[in-house]
């Protein structure tokens, strides 16, 4: 029998509501596997015939995350706002899956990023991301060393500092913008002029 995995943020009630249409017909065709996004756990890893992602892309990259390096297919399906990688509606997955397990299917490969952070020689952090990942400052800031590797090959090296927090940004900048507005005339007074800084 075929073993499906199908992931999706319970938080979300249009994931629940296709939850709910969705599961039924594919236990009728596959043993069922649920994974919870909402629990933030990287590189379970899986061994499956498919993956079912209910979600919008944010869904479809947590579920890389979650899945790791294992070369488990992937079907999105688009309950959320975004769907450039989850393309399919609930409709559409509901017209495939007659055959969805006896017809080949064709498979668009995505290049996974293997992302790891060290302090002082010690892995602290490992996640699998697709697209891209984003390195931040923590509480304090410092220098940090970035070393980029292509299939395992050096490719550079660089030392950075880390950027203001946006919060701070958006502190100062409504700290200047505040201070340089002025009533363009007393009958607009009430409403403030902004130049930008």
């Known amino acids: 029998m075929h073993k ?4 999706g943020d319970s938080r979300k009630p249009a994931v629940t509501v296709a939850l709910a249409e969705l599961r039924p017909l594919l236990e009728q065709q596959a043993q069922c596997i649920l994974k919870d996004l909402s629990e933030p ?5 899986a061994a499956a015939d498919l993956a079912v992602v209910l979600g919008g892309d944010g869904a479809i990259l947590a579920a890389a995350r979650r899945l790791g390096a294992s070369d488990v297919p992937v079907v999105g399906v688009n309950v959320g706002k975004l769907g450039f990688l989850a393309q399919l509606s609930v409709e559409e997955l509901k017209e495939a899956l007659p055959t969805l397990f ?3 299917l064709e498979a668009d490969h995505r290049m996974l990023l293997d ?9 602290i952090r490992h996640c699998t ?8 400052r923590g509480a304090f800031s410092r220098v940090i060393n970035l070393t980029l590797r ?3 090959e ?11 927090r946006l919060s701070d940004r958006r502190r100062t900048l409504s700290r200047r913008a505040a201070r340089s507005w002025r009533p363009t005339s007393k009958r607009s007074s009430s409403r403030p002029s902004v130049r930008t800084p």
């Open 129 to 136: 991301a697709v697209n891209d990942a984003v390195i931040s």
């Open 115 to 123: 992302v790891r952070v060290h302090r002082e020689s010690k892995p």
């Open 4 to 7: 499906v995995i199908i992931l």
């Open 150 to 152: 292509i299939n395992a």
């Open 154 to 164: 050096n490719v550079t090296t660089a030392t950075a500092s880390s950027w203001p």
């Open 102 to 104: 006896s017809a080949p």
């Open 41 to 45: 756990i990287e590189n379970e890893g």
